[in-house]
């Protein structure tokens, strides 16, 4: 833990336990110390790459879900505009736009669709 997240070892031990020099404890002590510490710790998040916690993850989803059932009572949902940028892309940190393409006719889509299975 120590070679992998150092700073946030130190933060979580003194948050958590108050310990300003975790070294001192001794090798046992503090490894107990350290496999005790929570799952929403910055030791835990840095060591599981995780940017936010599972928590937050799952209000995320929430709160996408709730606005795209709200956005689909809407007439720009008909129209196919302005559907709401998801939250949880925002927490993720991989907020993108999605080109999306519609066709008037099958023959347009079956074109797009060739050109596609052809690797344009």
Same mark, same amino acid.
């Given at each position: 833990m120590e070679a992998l997240a150092p700073d946030e070892l130190v933060c979580d031990m003194a948050e958590t336990y108050h310990v300003l020099d975790w070294r001192a404890l001794g090798l046992p002590l503090a490894a107990t110390l350290a496999g005790g510490l929570r799952e929403t710790s910055r030791t835990c998040m840095a060591l599981n790459h995780a940017p936010i916690t599972t928590d937050t993850l799952l209000l995320g989803a929430m709160a996408d879900s709730l606005q795209l059932l709200v956005w689909l009572k809407t007439k720009d949902s008909q129209h196919g505009r302005n559907r709401p940028a998801p939250v #949880?892309? $925002? #927490? #993720? &940190?991989?907020? @993108? @736009? @999605?080109?999306? $393409? &519609? /066709? *008037? $006719? *099958?023959?347009? /889509? =079956?074109? *797009?669709?060739? =050109?596609?299975?052809? &690797? &344009?």
């Open positions: #949880l892309d $925002t #927490l #993720l &940190g991989t907020a @993108r @736009r @999605r080109k999306v $393409t &519609g /066709f *008037a $006719t *099958a023959a347009e /889509f =079956e074109a *797009a669709k060739a =050109e596609i299975l052809k &690797g &344009g």
